[in-house]
């Protein structure tokens, strides 16, 4: 079964380091899709980064950038420069391209606190 | 910017009573899903739809329906609501099923007493 794994529960950083949230994923298809998403303490939901399995390069969005190694099943989610607004959930999510109508996977969610 | 805007924001029901919560999206998104939030259970699927007057079941479907009459509008309906279903209600759509980011609303607290 497909399953997506945030081990972190929370983590908390000085402004301005760099911290990196990790995220390990099962699945059995060779072509999947691979996103994270914000949630703040307002609880709105945003997404921020998403990585192809099948693109080698790891994807950058501004101070956001992932770590992806396929070899490992691993997606980690790398911010750099942190500032306070920084501070939220984030949430690994996996999609499998099966079909047309294929469902996305999340994990737990990854509890970030940026202090000054 | 994608737009999804959740009616209402907040509500209390009461239990055995009905809920509706509506969705409207304006992305001209094919997808809408209802995801539910509880602590310690992140974002699980309720339903989703992928065309008009045509719906899905997603992971924990059982106490609600669904109602996806326009590309741009999808509701969820709790027909008798329960205790268990006080949660944090998203709506969301994409453009595709596969490759493509969703987008959120704001999100709706219900609280069934």
């Known amino acids: 079964a497909q399953k997506v794994t945030q081990t972190q529960t929370s983590i908390s950083v000085m402004e301005k380091t760099t911290v990196t949230m990790d995220c390990v994923y099962e699945t059995q298809d060779s072509s999947y899709f691979l996103f994270w998403y914000k949630q703040t303490a307002s609880g709105e939901i945003v997404f921020l980064i998403r990585?192809?399995?099948?693109k080698k390069e790891n994807a950058t969005v501004g101070h956001y950038s992932l770590n992806f190694q396929k070899p490992k099943s691993s997606i980690g989610l790398i911010i750099t420069a942190t500032q306070i607004e920084d501070s939220a959930v984030y949430f690994c999510a996996m999609r499998e391209l099966v079909g047309d109508n294929s469902k996305l996977i999340w994990g737990l969610g990854t509890s970030l606190v940026v202090n000054p | 910017e994608a737009a999804v805007t959740q009616s209402p924001r907040s509500k209390v029901a009461v239990t055995g009573g009905k809920v509706t919560l509506s969705c409207h999206q304006t992305n001209n998104h094919d997808y809408m899903y209802w995801y539910r939030q509880d602590t310690g259970h992140g974002l699980r699927l309720i339903h989703y739809?992928?065309?008009?007057?045509?719906?899905e079941k997603g992971d924990i479907p059982d106490g609600y329906k669904a109602s996806r009459p326009s590309q741009e509008n999808f509701s969820l309906i709790l027909e008798l609501a329960s205790l268990s279903q006080t949660a944090v209600y998203f709506c969301?759509?994409?453009?595709?099923?596969?490759?493509?980011?969703?987008?959120f609303g704001k999100g709706t607290r219900l609280t069934v007493v």
């Open positions: 739809s992928y065309v008009a007057d045509s719906t």
């Open positions: 990585q192809d399995s099948y």
């Open positions: 969301a759509s994409s453009l595709t099923g596969s490759n493509t980011e969703v987008f």
